[in-house]
């Protein structure tokens, strides 16, 4: 029979008494949501846990507190829609992974608009639209939904 184990609440420094990341453990894994920080005290990511590997959505920023990326994870790989941000906090890409590849579409923006979108399968890239009627005209819209 195995017996629960309740869990624990763990904030972990650096040598200089910096918080570097701070989270739930049980079993000593990390499980349920954690933040990890910066030495300059901003925080570098955020998400959960399920068995000490990334699980569910996380979100990911740079040193100055702007989001560089967010999405799904699942045993540790990313899965479906990811999103990937400018300087300047406007989306750059959306890509849709499977199993920690690029699988599906990706969506490349330039000031807020479509660019272009591509097609992968398993990280190789099989089609490109720059032409977004074109895009439509071939693809069904409620799959991306």
Known sequence: MLVAQEKTY?????????????????????????????????????????????????????????????????????????????????????EQFKNDQIDGYCFQYKKGKILKIEKYLQNIKIKEWTDLKKFEAENNLKDLM
């Open 10 to 94: 763990h904030k972990i420094y650096d040598d200089n008494g910096v918080l570097k990341e701070e989270g739930w453990k049980q079993f000593d894994l990390k499980t349920a949501y954690w933040k990890f920080y910066y030495a300059n005290g901003g925080i570098a990511s955020k998400g959960h846990f399920k068995n000490n590997v990334p699980d569910s959505y996380w979100y990911f920023y740079n040193e100055n507190g702007n989001l560089e990326k967010e999405g799904h994870f699942k045993f540790g790989l990313k899965q479906k829609w990811w999103i990937i941000y400018d300087e300047d906090g406007k989306i750059s890409r959306k």
